[in-house]
């Protein structure tokens, strides 16, 4: 689809909660940092609105936005040594996971999506104070990696051919 910036965000946006209602995993990548900035901000309040995130306890991310229970988050550099109890998961860079717990201690408890149990992982309060995301949007390139059902890429007259590439893979 083409149009001008406002509608195919507006259409971006409705596709992707279209995808999450249905219970996919999705994201939308966008051209730049404040677009994402914008857009995990739309996509929070109106979950938020329709009460499918829990507010009562928030931690702050890295960049200054908030995240509670439910929410869907991204994990911005590898570590070995926070692993899931039973050692089948790890955090990597690039990685989405949903909150299930928001400690006192600004620590977090994250599974993969659509995971009701098992492979919990506790992320200390300086891991997610310096490299935690919310999920919902990301740019083309911190999109490379990420596993999902479907995508929503919002491409500028000004995206060069090789983030197009990037995006669309």
Do not use: C
Not at 82 to 106: C, E, K, L, Q
């Amino acid at each position: 689809q083409d149009g001008d910036t406002e509608t195919m965000t507006d259409a971006a946006y409705a596709a992707w909660r279209a995808d999450r209602d249905a219970g996919r995993t999705t994201v939308l990548i966008a051209e730049t940092r404040q677009q994402v900035t914008a857009l995990n901000e739309r996509a929070r309040a109106d979950l938020l609105i329709a009460e499918t995130l829990t507010q009562d306890r928030e931690v702050k991310l890295r960049d200054g936005s908030h995240a509670g229970v439910g929410d869907t988050v991204i994990t911005r550099r590898n570590d070995r040594k926070i692993a899931a109890s039973n050692g089948s998961d790890w955090v990597r860079n690039g990685d989405i996971w949903t909150i299930t717990d928001v400690r006192g201690d600004g620590s977090i408890t994250i599974r993969r999506p659509g995971r009701s149990y098992g492979g919990a992982i506790v992320l200390p309060s300086a891991y997610v104070a310096e490299h935690v995301d919310l999920g919902y949007a990301v740019t083309a390139y911190r999109a490379q990696g990420i596993t999902t059902d479907t995508a929503h890429v919002l491409v500028e007259p000004t995206s060069t051919r090789e983030t197009f590439s990037v995006a669309m893979t």
